[in-house]
């Protein structure tokens, strides 16, 4: 990507609170990162506590694991992830996007299996993190297959990282959190994007998809930077985003309900 390409992006980031980054994997490395998915998914390669549902509040189907798979940390559980190009080419755009400080604070996959048809809550991602002096933070979300909106392609709310954090609160079963927002809030854009592709989101943007209700599964690998400062206070007061401890609760007083 140009610099001229990368100064588009980044105007539009800041002013949308979100945008669409074109391709950050090439097509001849898909199959790769797939595979490697496809072994997390497989249990070939252990996750531990670092796997979750972010759909168990849905009763599951029949012989489904989790309605919708949340793995945290895969370049922690498989180091080799980190040497392969997309951590380098995500890594750049963060730094465009919110400053050369920027470093990878965690990463995650979400993956969608086919007719599970369970929605991801609408949420702001600051809502999880504890707060901290410099709100500067980006998700990079990018798609290992096609994503379109009813196999749980991304929605937005465009501005919605300007506004103040919405109380957020558990979800029925306590085990994940939401917020109230929905595809009709003004302002809401749905962002397909091709295999390979991604869309990079501020901390504080609203956004959810829908369950996957095609015949064909939906990857996506998240990778979320911040100020390496930050990350160093994160620690310091025992915020690892799931490293140590895989709960996922409102630590962010702003969002939390009165």
């Not at 980031?13 to 790769?32: K, Q, S």
């Not at 489904?64 to 940390?73: K, S």
């Not at 007719?115 to 809502?127: E, F, K, M, N, R």
Request: glycine share 8%.
């Amino acid at each position: 990507m140009t610099t001229q390409a990368f100064s588009e992006v980044a105007q539009k980031f800041t002013r949308d609170g979100f945008v669409a980054v074109g391709e950050l994997i090439a097509p001849e490395d898909l199959d790769h990162y797939r595979d490697i998915y496809d072994r997390f998914l497989d249990g070939d390669i252990a996750a531990g506590d670092k796997r979750s549902d972010l759909g168990s509040h849905v009763p599951l189907r029949d012989g489904a694991r989790e309605n919708i798979t949340q793995i945290m940390w895969p370049s922690a559980l498989h180091p080799p992830l980190r040497e392969l190009p997309l951590h380098t080419r995500a890594l750049d755009l963060a730094r465009e996007l919110i400053g050369a400080d920027a470093e990878l604070d965690f990463d995650m996959m979400i993956h969608k299996a086919p007719h599970t048809g369970v929605p991801t809550p609408w949420h702001q991602d600051a809502a999880y993190w504890i707060d901290l002096p410099d709100h500067r933070a980006v998700s990079i979300w990018v798609a290992l297959d096609d994503a379109v909106p009813d196999n749980g392609c991304m929605w937005y709310v465009r501005g919605s990282h300007r506004e103040p954090l919405r109380p957020h609160r558990p979800t029925s079963d306590g085990k994940n959190i939401a917020c109230d927002c929905s595809e009709d809030e003004p302002g809401a854009t749905c962002v397909p994007v091709r295999a390979g592709e991604a869309v990079a989101h501020a901390g504080t943007t609203l956004h959810g998809s829908r369950g996957n209700t095609t015949d064909g599964t939906r990857r996506a690998y998240i990778l979320t930077y911040r100020p390496a400062a930050m990350i160093r206070l994160e620690r310091e007061q025992g915020a690892d985003h799931g490293l140590s401890d895989n709960v996922r609760q409102v630590r962010n007083s702003a969002a939390a309900e009165n």
